[in-house]
């Protein structure tokens, strides 16, 4: 049973347009969700997250929208950069069993 | 800065090796993590623990171990490794509280080739 769900494998973006990045979830105990990047080679580093009780969140470039009742949310970076490119994952986390379970990953490349 | 540290960044094993992969957290974290990263799939958990000398399995604990001994370490075991263990290892660790600060930080990866 896959809790979180990437359904787009990869995605590609020109160079200052806006990329989305989609994820939906089935477990309604996740308290909060998070973004992470990943490099090849590398560890993933996190982006930005959003508690369940928000329906957005924003850093810079990079919005979180979480739409709770299609139990669905989305990644926007605006404007993408070719440094973007790279593989997305979401994360829904849980504090009543302390886990991240995470999606499988959205690999991203932004053409210059 | 929060450092993840695992011990090595590649390995190459021979089949029905044991393989210690240990990672070192500084930042006083009562939670680590185990997970693998395979293609397609993502990231897996394997094992976690929330306190020294605890641990609960993960989504794919078959053919693991763990240790905590201390809190700034916990130890990944491969009892005796098989070709489909083959795969990005990836620890991490976050604090126990809740917040928006709940964000789990990740060390480098090992590259684990069973061969």
């Known amino acids: 049973d896959q809790q979180v769900k990437q359904n787009s494998p990869s995605l590609s973006v020109q160079e200052g347009r806006i990329s989305i990045l989609n994820c939906d979830y089935t477990?309604?105990?996740?308290?909060?969700f998070l973004w992470y990047k990943k490099y090849p080679a590398e560890g993933p580093t996190f982006l930005i997250s959003?508690?369940?009780?928000?329906d957005k969140n924003e850093d810079g470039r990079f919005t979180v929208f979480l739409n709770k009742s299609a139990k669905h949310l989305s990644l926007h970076i605006v404007p993408s950069q070719p440094g973007d490119s790279a593989v997305y994952f979401c994360?829904?986390?849980?504090?009543?069993?302390?886990?991240?379970?995470f999606g499988t990953g959205t690999r991203l490349k932004v053409l210059a | 800065d929060v450092k993840v540290t695992q011990s090595s960044r590649y390995l190459v094993k021979r089949t029905g090796e044991k393989v210690f992969l240990e990672c070192v957290q500084d930042?006083?974290?009562?939670?680590m993590f185990w997970y693998r990263q395979d293609p397609g799939l993502g990231l897996r958990l394997i094992y976690f623990?929330?306190?020294?000398?605890?641990?609960e399995k993960g989504d794919i604990p078959e053919g693991y171990s763990v240790s905590r001994e201390k809190k700034e370490r916990f130890s990944l075991i491969l009892e005796s490794t098989s070709t489909n263990q083959t795969s990005m290892y990836l620890c991490?660790?976050?604090?126990?509280?809740?917040?928006?600060?709940?964000?789990?930080?990740f060390g480098q990866g090992t590259r684990l080739t069973v061969v």
């Open positions: 991490a660790s976050s604090y126990l509280g809740q917040g928006l600060n709940t964000e789990a930080f």
């Open positions: 930042m006083d974290h009562e939670n």
């Open positions: 994360a829904g986390f849980d504090s009543g069993t302390y886990k991240y379970i």
């Open positions: 477990n309604s105990m996740f308290d909060y």
């Open positions: 623990s929330y306190d020294v000398k605890m641990k």
């Open positions: 959003i508690s369940s009780i928000k």
